[in-house]
Each structure stands twice: as structure tokens, then as C-alpha cells.
């Protein structure tokens, strides 16, 4: 077991299993092979170029965003698609945004999705100290450990809106201490789903990760039922973990390792360093 094996986990696909799906002839996202021919006819979608492409007629956002609704109804009735959750992302092509898409549906259908994900650590003598988050034995990854806070980036907020929002929700993290949150950088996988993971398909997230810099008499509380708990650990006690086992959800996984490489605590002498700073960047396009 080693850190690079969460970076492989979590970048574990077969490009010649999934074909990309175009809107005005640009990809907006990636189905598996075999759905191909069950999406071609929903909603105006039709086989174009070995792929599929949104029919040219729903010209705006509007429009694309309501046939892809339709789409998902489909697919949901099938038991393609598992869950509805209400909750929309942004359906982007080349950074720009072209239409949304429910939440549930993004694996199956593979946009490129983003979220926040918060270190919460406290500076000590011996070195730093990260809060970690057990996820409730009633959420997806029962049990599994977390970042300190994570959520997806709906439509309608900004990132900095959204990562007050979840640290208040998940931590009880006032919002003047929560914007103190410094942007870090991103990270980036693209993996293979499965159906136990809310839809067969590909997950292409990237995570925009921040540090906050707790006081040291700062206690997080639970506050909507997604986390059972929070424990202080030694953000080496935290390296071990990661590093000897799968106790993380995977890919919270990747944003200690981005927060060890930053911090010195996994060094350039390290024999995986190299492939691991690339691997914490992975995009397909």
C-alpha cells in the first residue's frame, strides 16, 4: 500500500469503454459504450461521430438544460440513473457554462464536476494537526473518514458562498472563521463508477481545496447528520492512515496527500513524489 495507489484508484478508467456526448460539437461530457444506443432518441440526442450529440435545436441553455431533464427522467425510470436529488451542476463545455444537470446523474452522463474541500488544521510545536471527519454510518462510505469539510458546488453559489455554507452545515464553523479559508489550488481525477457509486459511468471532478488555520480551542461540531464525528490527529498520525489502508473515502484521500506534499510532509526524496504531484492533476477533456 502507498499514496500513489489512491491516485491510481481514484484514475482507474478504460478510455475505449466510454464515448464523449457533444453539444454544438463540443464535448460536454462522456456515457459508457453501452448506453450508447439507449440514449440515442431521449430527449434529442442522436448518434454522431462514434459518439452523441445534442440535437442543434435546443439552442440555449434553457432549452438544452430541459431536454437533459427529460433525459434524466428516463434514465431514472430505467434504473439507469439511481438517484434524484434536486440539486443541479452546471453542464460546462471548454469553461463555459452551457446548460445544468441533476446531481444524480452526472456520473452516468460524465460532466466534469467541482467541489470544495476544506483542511481544518491547527499549527502546533511538533508540526501540524488536521481535524479528520467520520462520515455518518447513514451516508454514502458509511463510517469513512473525511476531510475536515467537502461538498459539491451547486449552481446558483459561488465557491467561497459554498464553502461558508458547508463549513457552517458540516462543522458549525462561524462564517467570519470560514472565510478565512486560503485557495490552495485544485485537484483533478477521472474514474470509472459503478453502480454502487450512484450511476455507472465516469466521475470527472475536480476539487478546489483550501486550508483553514483553526485556533487551537476551536471544537467542530456536527451539525446536519453527515458526520459522526471529528478527531485532531497528527497530520502524520493522518499520513500513516492514508498510506497503510483505505479508511479515507477515495477521493478525500487525494486532497491529504495534496495537503502532506504541500506541507513537507511528504518530501521530494520520497520515491512516488514525481508521479504523485502529476497524479493529483488528471483531466480529460
Not at 469503454?17 to 464535448?27: A, E, K, L, T
Not at 457554462?97 to 452526472?106: P, Q
Not at 470527472?204 to 485532531?232: M, N, Q, S, W, Y
Request: proline share 6%; hydrophobic share 40%.
Amino acid at each position: 500500500m502507498a499514496f500513489i495507489d489512491h491516485i491510481r484508484r481514484c484514475n482507474a478508467y478504460v478510455p475505449e469503454d466510454f464515448v464523449p456526448w457533444s453539444i454544438d460539437g463540443r464535448i460536454a461530457g462522456y456515457v459508457r459504450r453501452a448506453l450508447r444506443p439507449v440514449l440515442a432518441g431521449y430527449a434529442g440526442l442522436y448518434v454522431d461521430d462514434g459518439g452523441l450529440a445534442l440535437d442543434p435545436r435546443h439552442a440555449d441553455e434553457v432549452a438544452r438544460t430541459a431536454a437533459l431533464a427529460e433525459t434524466v427522467k428516463k434514465l431514472h425510470r430505467a434504473g439507469v440513473v439511481h438517484h434524484v436529488t434536486g440539486e443541479h451542476y452546471a453542464v460546462a463545455v471548454e469553461g463555459r457554462r452551457v446548460a445544468s444537470l441533476e446531481r444524480g446523474a452526472s456520473s452516468v452522463l460524465g460532466i466534469e464536476c467541482a467541489g470544495c474541500h476544506v483542511n481544518g488544521f491547527v499549527r502546533r510545536n511538533d508540526g501540524p494537526y488536521l481535524w479528520i471527519a467520520r462520515r455518518s454510518p447513514h451516508k454514502a462510505y458509511p463510517n469513512q473518514l473525511d476531510n475536515f469539510v467537502a461538498g459539491g458546488q451547486p449552481e446558483g453559489l459561488s465557491i467561497l458562498d459554498n464553502l461558508v455554507k458547508e463549513c457552517g452545515e458540516e462543522a458549525g464553523v462561524p462564517p467570519d472563521l470560514a472565510r478565512c479559508a486560503i485557495p490552495v489550488g485544485v485537484i483533478s481525477y477521472v474514474m470509472a463508477t459503478e453502480a454502487d457509486m450512484g450511476g455507472d459511468g465516469l466521475n470527472r471532478h475536480i476539487h478546489h481545496c483550501f486550508d483553514l488555520e483553526l485556533p487551537e480551542d476551536f471544537r467542530p461540531t456536527p451539525v446536519d447528520g453527515e458526520t459522526a464525528e471529528f478527531k485532531l490527529l497528527p497530520a502524520a498520525e493522518v499520513a500513516a492512515l492514508v498510506e497503510s489502508g483505505w479508511a479515507f473515502k477515495f477521493n478525500c484521500a487525494l486532497v491529504v496527500i495534496d495537503f502532506l506534499i504541500r506541507h513537507g510532509l511528504i518530501a521530494p526524496e520520497h520515491p512516488d513524489y514525481v508521479a504523485i504531484c502529476q497524479g493529483l492533476r488528471h483531466y480529460l477533456r
